[in-house]
């Protein structure tokens, strides 16, 4: 039973690993961090949509704590900038937020106008998107499993004697056959060429016996 659950827990750890592993830190703003965007300046919600973001990746927020924060919302409350109610409320500065499923975040500042000036997000992250993320690329094509052929008979079947193979069928003789025509199993050790020998010396007499009638009849 112990040794169950050790190995159950060394699965665990080593999947947790992997997820870790795969794990990917964003730091939302870039450089100039989380803030109101500049003039021409790419906006949250476009850099999201180009991301490809998984269960397990990590949002990082740097603002200024004392002037800014961070509001994990509901999304009618995205739509309005309502910032009295939020789900979650980060301002430490330095706010590490962790994608635990799939689905979408909303998130907005704490300060209302900086809200409606288009300091907000949304971030998706896909279940399907995910997996293909994290998981191997597929074999081309379907395992194939190979039957071995039956091993051979050993000398100590049927009380020890060695199965001979079975033998091929004989060929059937061919129905109606002339009376002069051998099949394929008959006289094998008559040499080649002897039946067709005698036909012909029979074939031979014969005209001469005709020959001769003929002549005698021609005579007479």
Known sequence: MSSHRSCAL??????LMAAVAGATQY???G?????????GAESYNTWAEKTGFQIGDQLLFVYPKDKDSVLL?????????NTSSY???????????????AGAF???SGVDAN????EKLIVMVSAAAAAAKGAPAPSQG??????????????SDAGGAAQSPPSSPKTPATPNAPAGASNSTAGKGTPPGAANGAGLKVAGLAVSFVAWVGYAMLAF
């Not at 789900?87 to 499923?101: A, E, I, P, W, Y």
């Not at 809200?115 to 288009?118: K, L, Q, T, V, Y």
């Not at 379907?142 to 000398?155: E, L, Q």
């Open 87 to 101: 789900d979650k409320q980060f301002n430490d500065g330095s706010t590490v937020f962790d994608l635990d499923r």
């Open 142 to 155: 379907s395992p194939t499993t190979t039957t071995p052929p039956p091993s051979p008979p050993s000398s």
């Open 115 to 118: 809200c409606r000036a288009n």
């Open 31 to 39: 450089d100039n961090g989380w803030g109101v965007p500049g003039a």
């Open 27 to 29: 730091n939302v703003g």
């Open 10 to 15: 060394v699965l665990a750890c080593a999947a």
């Open 73 to 81: 919302v509901q999304p009618a409350d995205y739509n309005a900038c």
């Open 106 to 108: 909303f998130f907005i």
